[in-house]
């Protein structure tokens, strides 16, 4: 069993549509929980930082963990075509130099 | 220069060869990674140096070798590659003990042929 499961796609939705992205991971020692977001031809950027359960807002974009679950979720409201890259959730047990343990990715259209 | 700088942007090397890839970064981090990036993969983690030290993945082949020289430079140095070895190598940094997670360079396209 991977330690972090993450549906590759891709996923494609009309332009204002809301998103919504997972990941299911099965290591309960995780606490701190990131998506990334990576355009072609570039590296990850982070987006989203949280730490154990609850939800965290940054202006379109909504990280939610459920750690009794072992899911986390993003979600994207008003998605804009800017929006389309690929999404990475990943987490890691601590705050040290971690190891982060990524998903595989999500590619997203968001379509005009 | 600003973030993670990584070069050469694209590189072709015969199986052969012997190449370096190159990692700066200019964020006073003093933790930095090298990642693989294979389709349809999670990333992979190679090397962590961390505060001088390394840890790395065992399964990491040792025709990969890391070299971290101070805390703002990282040097990945390739010899004999395979054709499976063709990815995207990410560089990436953070302050060990805090948290924020990682800021990514845009990586090195490796083909070995």
């Known amino acids: 069993q991977k330690e972090v499961e993450q549906d590759p796609g891709p996923l494609s939705v009309p332009e204002g549509a809301i998103v919504s992205l997972n990941c299911t991971y099965s290591n309960s020692a995780f606490q701190y929980f990131m998506w990334y977001r990576q355009y072609s031809r570039k590296g990850p950027e982070l987006l989203m930082y949280?730490?154990?359960?609850g939800n965290k807002e940054d202006g379109r974009f909504t990280a939610q963990v459920d750690k009794s679950s072992k899911y986390i979720s993003l979600f994207i409201r008003d998605s804009q075509p800017s929006d389309s890259a690929t999404y990475l959730c990943?987490?890691?047990?601590?705050?040290?130099?971690?190891?982060?343990?990524f998903g595989q990715g999500t590619r997203l259209t968001i379509n005009p | 220069e600003t973030g993670v700088t990584q070069t050469p942007r694209h590189l072709v090397m015969g199986m052969t060869n012997k190449k370096s890839l190159k990692c700066e970064q200019h964020l006073g981090h003093n933790a930095m990674y090298w990642y693989k990036q294979s389709a349809k993969k999670p990333l992979e983690l190679m090397f962590v140096y961390s505060l001088e030290e390394r840890v790395e993945n065992n399964s990491v082949p040792s025709r990969f070798s890391p070299e971290c020289p101070n805390s703002s430079h990282l040097f990945l140095h390739l010899h004999t590659l395979q054709p499976e070895d063709s990815a995207l190598y990410l560089c990436?940094?953070?302050?060990?003990?805090?948290?924020?997670?990682?800021?990514f360079g845009s990586g090195t396209r490796l083909t070995v042929v």
């Open positions: 990436a940094s953070s302050q060990a003990l805090e948290g924020g997670g990682y800021t």
């Open positions: 990943a987490m890691s047990v601590g705050q040290g130099a971690q190891k982060l343990v």
């Open positions: 949280t730490y154990s359960s």
